[in-house]
């Protein structure tokens, strides 16, 4: 509704100052039914300027140059081409806006040439001018807009890339908490039911009272119970996919107990509650935090699985050191791949990828279940 006002206004000026014109320019053709329709046609494109700029440009422009090839008095007819090519430009419509400004000037120059004098020359130097007049700042509303998008989309892009890293690490610290809390709690949390068994059965043979077996039964009953809902906590922290990030480094770990490695495996190995045997085969060198860690929590991992599934009666440790990498294997007397698995394997897997390793998991040569990891060191 305002741009038909505005347009309506714009021709109503058109036709005042056209007809106000021939004041004092009497050789110019007279008004006939042509000119006036000629004449609205310059304002009344106007009407597409908003939703497609290049087509009121190519009407106001027509209708313009019909105007002024005609001989037509000279007025305000020329204002609304002028709108259109600035509209068109600056709306980002670069080869339509010149095409037309192209066109703005051709046609009063052909007509200079074919009607030479030193006032026509002038009339169409004047209006070359004004064209270029209208352009030029609307190339520069258009580079304005050009860039203004382009920050707005960066803007947007950076906020965007922000909160993906934000979901990243947020997933990433679901993994560390879904992995510290299996490989720490359900180790421990097995040894103490395994022990239980075990007391049970020597105050069984032994005929010690009641009260310390019932209390025994408790103790293998509660953990479990932890285990299971242990379980549960882990389905909840774990996403659909595995993550990519890894442990941080222990060094990182402002205000916290420093994280164990491979130099804590002995004392590891005295609490798993069977024969265990370590074997170290290279030059022994300290290995960086990640892989330390990683280290010690396959080990823990692959053990806790042997007392839980595998029923194995002993098992051995091999620590490998390359001189670009270390390999450690866990080998048990049990079951091999029948028994059952829960989510320590998965946990090993995404842990060891993290530091940029590769697990291999499986049936051993001798009988068993061997679990094998390779690290970068």
Known sequence: MKTLGLVCGIAAAVYFSTIMAYGNQPDARPLDLLGYALL?????GLVWLRA?????????????AAVFALGYAKALWALPPLIAL??????????????????????PGAAAIVRWDAEVAIAVLVWALLVLAAAQPAEVSRARRAYTAEVER?????ERTREEEALRRAQ???????????????????????????????????GGPPEAAAALQVIRTSSRQAL?????????????????????????????QPMPGSAQLPALLRTVGLPVRLDVEGEQRPLPPAADLTVYRVVQEALTNTIRHAGATTAAVTLTYEPAAVTVR????????????????????????????????????TGGFRVTARLPA
């Open 330 to 365: 866990v080998d048990d007397d049990g079951r091999g791949s029948r028994a059952p698995r829960g989510h320590g394997l998965t946990g090993m897997a995404e842990r060891v990828a993290a530091v940029g390793g590769r697990l291999t998991t499986g049936n051993a040569p």
């Open 228 to 256: 299971a809902e242990m379980k549960a906590v882990l389905g909840v922290l774990r996403p659909g996919t595995p993550g990519s990030g890894g442990p941080p480094p222990a060094d990182s770990r402002d205000g916290r």
């Open 86 to 107: 600035f509209c068109a430009i600056a709306a980002g419509n670069r080869r339509a806006g010149w095409a037309g400004a192209a066109f703005l000037v051709a046609v």
């Open 40 to 44: 609205g046609a310059t304002a009344l």
């Open 172 to 206: 990433e610290e679901r993994l560390l908490v879904a992995r510290e809390l299996h490989d720490v709690t359900s180790h421990t949390v097995s040894v103490i039911a395994l022990h239980a068994a075990v007391a049970a059965e020597a105050l069984e043979r032994a």
């Open 154 to 158: 960066r803007a947007a892009e950076a």
């Open 52 to 64: 497609r700029p290049e087509a009121a440009l190519a009407v106001c422009a027509g209708a313009a």
